[in-house]
């Protein structure tokens, strides 16, 4: 058993569980200015709102359907990339389907035979393709020569290779299927290819016999079905160029309405070339078609060689999008005047209505400015005004509780006996006395003035200095000699606990400064906090009150899902090692034990289990492997304390703690503290939950499930 600068045990033992399955500032109060009351404006405004609304209703809702239709039109036109390739790539996924399913049959095995006839694999070709819909289909041998294609006559480009091909090859080298865009004369088409093997692959029988394509055009009916998913007249063009000469675009499918040849003309210059030669999306951009104002996108559609063979293009109409606006605009007209003979007196009426409750609420906000946290608030209804004064309400017991918290800190801080600071006396040598350390008011290695001793253990000692240098207190720990000999495993996790800590950076996480040596003692400086320890908070309150209670376990999350972010698991959360300043602000520290997610423990390699007993998590009595779930056990144990003033498990001696970790479930926390509310109670239960996937997966989880508590 070895004991931390706090005093709170923490254990050391081999591994014998296996068998166990500031004060605030007032603020000056400005002078109050007598002016129109909220009723008053509110009546006024809307008066005159209503007066001038039939004057600009038109050029408004003009300007405003006109805003509106260019951003529907852009918000669509910008999704046209997304859905084209959707659309895409669902068609190929079924046509390789298909496909795979052809030269899965027997009978095509059969045609790959060297005696089968050309007229035999020919007239095959024809009849898939009528079966397939398709445009052709072909069928090639194992070395990429085709056998048969149903858009020649019979014969032609017999023995031609195609394994030059990525759609052939590909099927070839991989036995998988493939697909890409072609350009079969002026049409665009997607082919799929699939390998045709024979044998069992199981038993390694299989073997390539051939390959089996077939291409289906992009045609009318799949851009009629690209219309309904992009809501715009489209088509698709294919550059019919030869290669090396200026692009040329053909339209080649479009739905009615599209005036391809016209909207070509219509595209500035520059734009296929944007498209076919460098192979970029155009557009949105503006063009005027028949005296239609429209705007385009446009997407190159690419072979497996990534040429641009050809363009998806979307047009978009702006004067039938701006149809239903001009409705609207006329029925403006009409709401205008009505409005005008209702508006007078129901916005009287409306007026009184709602600045009495607002009125309220801006005296209580001056009051809570003022200090005066008793003030009356109007009763919440179901409205916004409604929820403004529920915030409101909230928002006070938050302040009445969080200065009850600070009167407590406050309080606990007077009592608290400051160290004295004496004259100084600077070591010029070793330490006299062998585990004694420094003396208050003596000079640490002629850089730290000692100012106060903050706590002894077994290990070493903690005390408040300056630091001359910075002009600065710091937290010192001076350690043992004795206890920190070089090659020992307490001076590898020393120095393990610097390297870790002094990679968190975090305003609820206590700054690890760096770590020296004076006349053979090893010592660290860390960030002073002039706090209280949690462990004194629970001590002297027992169970705290709800909402002090849920902001110290809103900040220690916070300050634990950094160390997690950081790789580390801390292994050592216990209210000794949380403190809680003045001001109200949680901090976490002593990363003594800590260890990196991944990577070497040196307590592990001596096989000792570390960790304070009661607030261990069952895999950690176990020894075992620890990950950032184990933590979230020790912060549920701390959460219980903290709420229920006892702890989950209790027991005669440190071994029995740590067994009943492993093996008892502890009593629900409401059953300890009847007010506690239903969720808190169910959080706190997850995370001492014995088997950690239970547990919630993060800190940050931990934190979210804190953030829905209504206290």
């Known amino acids: 058993m070895k004991t931390d600068t706090d005093g709170s045990p923490t254990l050391v033992t081999p591994k014998p569980l296996s068998s166990l399955s500031e004060p605030g500032l007032t603020t000056p109060t400005s002078p109050r200015t007598k002016g129109l009351g909220i009723g008053t404006k509110f009546f006024l405004a809307a008066t005159l709102l209503v007066v001038a609304t039939l004057g600009v ?78 445009k052709s289909v072909f069928l090639f041998d194992r070395a990429g020569r085709i056998l048969a294609r149903s858009d020649r006559n019979l014969g032609e480009d017999v023995g031609r290779p195609f394994n030059t091909v990525k759609w052939v090859l590909s099927p070839i080298e991989t036995w998988l299927d493939a697909t890409a865009v072609i350009r079969e004369g002026k049409i665009l088409s997607t082919v799929a290819s699939s390998p045709v093997i024979s044998g069992e692959k199981a038993a390694n029988e299989a073997r390539l016999e051939g390959v089996v394509a077939a291409s289906v055009p992009f045609d009318t009916a799949r851009v009629r079905a690209l219309r309904g998913i992009t809501g715009g007249q489209a088509g698709f063009l294919a550059n019919t160029a030869k290669r090396g000469d200026p692009p040329s675009a053909e339209v080649t499918a479009s739905t009615e309405g599209f005036f391809g040849d016209s909207l070509v003309r219509a595209l500035p210059p520059g734009t296929l070339d944007t498209l076919f030669t460098k192979g970029e999306e155009v557009g949105p951009i503006d063009v005027l078609v028949n005296g239609d104002r429209r705007l385009v996108k446009a997407i190159p559609i690419k072979s497996a060689n990534q040429e641009a063979l050809g363009a998806f293009v979307v047009s978009r109409s702006r004067d039938e999008e701006m149809a239903a606006f001009k409705e609207i605009r006329n029925a403006l007209l009409l709401i205008g005047l009505v409005s005008i003979l209702v508006a007078i007196p129901v916005s009287l009426a409306m007026g009184r209505r709602i600045a009495k409750p607002l009125e309220e609420l801006a005296r209580g906000a001056v009051a809570i400015r003022e200090g005066r946290l008793d003030v009356k608030l109007p009763e919440a209804g179901g409205d916004e005004v409604g929820a403004l004064a529920r915030a409101f309400s909230a928002m006070v017991g938050e302040l009445r509780e969080k200065a009850q918290l600070e009167s407590m800190l406050a309080d606990m801080q007077r009592r608290t006996v400051e160290a004295p600071v004496v004259k100084t006396e600077k070591l010029t040598g070793p330490i006299s006395t062998p585990g004694e350390g420094p003396q208050v008011g003596q000079s640490f290695g002629g850089r730290y003035q000692i100012l106060g001793t903050l706590g002894k253990g077994g290990m070493g000692a903690v005390y408040r200095a300056l630091d001359k240098e910075l002009d600065d207190d710091v937290a010192l720990k001076v350690l043992m000699p004795d206890a920190f000999e070089e090659g020992t495993i307490a001076v590898q996790t020393l120095k393990q606990e610097i390297r870790l800590a002094r990679r968190i950076t975090h305003p609820n996480v206590v700054r690890t400064h760096d770590m020296g040596e004076v006349a053979g003692v090893r010592f660290l400086t860390m960030e002073y906090v002039p706090g209280t320890t949690l462990r004194e908070v629970i001590d002297r309150k027992g169970a705290v009150a709800l909402a002090p209670g849920v902001q110290i376990a809103k900040q220690l999350c916070r300050g634990l899902a950094a160390v997690h972010e950081a790789g580390i698991v801390h292994r050592d959360i216990k209210p000794h090692n949380i403190m809680v300043l003045p001001n109200g602000v949680v901090k976490l520290m002593d990363f003594g034990i800590a260890k990196q997610t991944e990577g070497v423990d040196p307590n592990a390699e001596t096989g000792q289990t570390v960790g304070t007993p009661y607030y261990m998590s069952p895999e950690q009595a176990r020894g075992e492997n620890l990950d950032s779930r184990s933590d979230l056990y020790s912060v549920g144990v701390v959460l219980y304390e903290l709420f229920t003033g006892e702890r989950p498990i209790e027991g005669r001696d440190p071994l029995e703690v740590m067994k009943r970790h492993v093996s008892m479930e502890p009593r629900r926390p409401k059953d300890l503290r009847t007010d506690l509310p239903d969720l808190l109670d169910r959080i706190l239960m997850a995370c001492l939950a014995k088997a950690k996937d239970k547990r919630p997966p993060t800190a940050n989880d931990l934190y979210g499930a804190l953030m829905r508590l209504a206290v």
């Open 57 to 134: 209703a038109i050029a408004f809702a003009t300007w405003r359907a006109n805003q509106v239709a260019e951003k529907a039109i852009r918000e669509g036109l910008a999704k046209v990339p997304a859905a084209f390739q959707s659309e895409k790539n669902s068609f190929e996924t079924q046509l390789k389907a298909t496909v795979r399913s052809i030269a899965d049959e027997p009978g095509t095995k059969v045609l790959l035979a060297p005696d089968v006839s050309n007229e035999t694999v020919y007239e095959w070709t024809q009849t898939k393709t009528k079966l397939l819909g398709a």
